[in-house]
Structures are given as C-alpha cells and as structure tokens.
C-alpha cells in the first residue's frame, strides 16, 4: 500500500513514538521498520505491537540518523543525461541504441535515447547474500549465482531525463497518476522534483542534475523500457528494463562479498556515500531535498557506478521475498524472484537513513504504486543492444 508516507515520514514517526512512549522502535540495523516496507499491508495494530514488545528498552540516541551535510566531491565527468525530447519515430531509430564511449576505466557505451552513461559488466559467478554471522535473515545465506553480462546505468536517471522521457509520449493522465503524481491531500506534493509548465514537463530550480524521485515502479520501468526502445505502455508487466536484485548487488560491490561498494570500512564512509542528512522536522518546500548530482562520484562501486550506496534507493525488477535465498531458485543462472508478492524489491540506501541500510546486501520493498522522496531507479540493458537498432 502507498499510504502517503515515505522514509523521510517514517523517521519522524518513529521518532516521535519514542519520545512519547521510551522506547527504541528499531536499532541500528533497522530490523523493527522493515516490516512497514515489506510487509502488505502494514497496520497500525502491527506498529502498536512493536511498541508493546519495545516496553522498558528506552529511548534512544539518534546521533546516527542526522550527521554534518557531506562536502561535494569534484565531478569527475560532466552531466551528459540530455533534457528536451526524443522522437524515435524520426530521428536516431536507424542508429543503434548505443555508441561507445573511449578513454574510460570500464568499458562505456552512451545510450542515445537519454545520455546516459552506461558501464558493461561482464560475466561470473558472484557472491549474493552475507555471510550467516552478518547482516540481516533475508539477507541469507551467502550463495554463488551466475550472472550474464550486461549493461548498467552508471547513474541513477535524472529529473532531466525523467522529463525528457514525460515530453517524448503521449502519457493519458491516468497513467501519470500511476507514475509520479501525488494525490492533493498528500503532504509530499509539493516534494516532486518536475512540474509541467504549459505543455512540457521541466526539473524545478536546483533540481536539474539529482536524481527522479518520487516515482513509482510502473514510473521507473515506463522509463526503462523507454529508454531501451521498447514499449513503455507495458509498463506493468514483469518484462523490465529495471536490474535485478542479483544484478544490482553484483554491480555494487563487484564478484565478492564486501558490505559496501569501496569494501568494509565504516570508519571513513562520510567521504564514501550520501546518508542521514536529513534533519528532524524539515519539510523541504522551499530547499531541495538533501541528494546529490547523479555524476557525483559517491557510493562509486568497483565498476565506476556512482551512487550505488546512498543518495536515493532505486527499484529493482524482483517480487521482494525474504525468504528467496534459501529456496533452490536463488541458485538459478541469472536469478530473479518473479513470483508475486504485492511488493517490488529496492536496493541501496538513501540520504535519509543511516549507514547500515547502504550495505550492499541490504534488502527492502515497497508496493509497485509507492513513491518515495529518496526512492529513485536506473535501468539495465542486454548486451544485444550493443548492436541491434
């Protein structure tokens, strides 16, 4: 369910149930919030058993959750994802979807239907999964999976080009409703980081090089299929553009297990990725919401992909269940949990919590229509696409 609340809501929910009942909700590693993401639907009944099995632990310290802004790194590459329209009806369909992009660390391709930079992970076999005296029961256990090669994103998309996508078809509003729009009793309206003005959708001020927020997983995937010249009217179908959870973990952290994408330091993760910046009560109608440029080089993995710890979590194609990796399919060649569970899996971590949920194996998820102001996406696309038109 979208119950109008987000991350950002759920902080301060929690907070606020603390301080009037002392008592510790969730611990560091979030254990006790999760059920209000993957579970469908979450109740208040089930938030007030939480609180009851909570008596007597105290209320705790959140220095965790808000620390000092992270300094801008310098941008090592500029903002190439394009702004205006595409019309693959005239212009660019005889072309190939991409053009290969010289003098980069890792093989790059430039996808012309947006800009995006896109970085080819080939194929192995890959750690999925933590350790049993690690991490979190969905997270278990560590297993090999054999993952083809493919590219990925080496942004999250942008309101730039969410906006170009929005002004190159002809969207019904129902479907717009389904995609990035907010109800006008919602308090997060105001939070959409594009407006339309007059007949074109544009990034509002200052929001022109963070990342979409605030989309949907049928707004993510219309984008995905969008991008990699596919249909977008299928949208809502299991057919996706959008990585897996195997394949974003394997390019998050590379072929074997580390907790975040630079290793297992925590010590210095201030300079590595974007987390808890935000501050207890801020609305943010008149600043932007505390993410960075999606070029920025923060949460870069060892495949040169910013932003895979932090700054905004991103979709994933899989139906979220928590007990996959103990069942045979896990261990499927390029797995993928495609049975139906009411709510899509989403990885990485955000601005908005702390640390320990930017770990590599972390797992959430949220119903397909839920939007979020620091839930975000970037697509994959096959290794034919290199080629074909």
Known sequence: EDLNIDSLCIVEIFMDIEDRFGVTIHDEEATFCKPIFVRNPFRIRDLAEIVYLQQGSGRPERTFWTRKSVTNQKVLNPFTQLSGRCDHSSTGISESLFEQVDGQPFP????????????????????????????????KPLHVVHI????????????????????????????????????TTDRRISNLPIERIDDSWKPKSHYEQLPMVLVSWFGAN??????????????????????????????????????????????????????????????????????????????RSPFGLNHMAGNVWQWCRDWYLAEFYHLPQSLDRNACQMKETG??????????????LCRSSYRRARAPIAMGRCLGFRCVSAISDLTSN
């Open 108 to 139: 790059t391709y430039r996808r012309r239907s947006d800009g995006m930079p896109c970085i080819l992970i080939s194929s192995d076999q890959v750690d999925i999964g933590c350790p049993m005296e690690r991490g979190l029961e969905d997270e």
């Open 222 to 299: 219309a984008y995905a299929l969008w991008a990699n010249r596919k249909d977008w009217r299928d949208y809502r179908d299991d057919a996706t553009c959008l990585p897996t959870e195997c394949q974003w973990e394997y390019a998050a952290r590379g072929k074997h297990y580390q907790e975040f994408p630079w290793g297992n330091d925590q010590q210095n993760a201030e300079s590595q990725a974007v987390f808890s910046q935000h501050k207890r009560g801020q609305l943010y109608t008149h600043e932007p919401m505390a993410m960075h440029p999606v070029h920025e080089p923060m949460g």
């Open 148 to 183: 083809n090669s493919f590219l990925m994103d080496a942004q999250p998309v942008s309101t730039t080009a969410y906006c170009r996508f929005l002004n190159s078809i002809s969207v019904e509003q129902s479907e717009l409703n389904q995609w990035i729009l907010q109800d």
């Open 343 to 356: 709510v899509r899996s989403e990885r990485g971590g955000s601005w908005v919590g702390p640390l320990s």
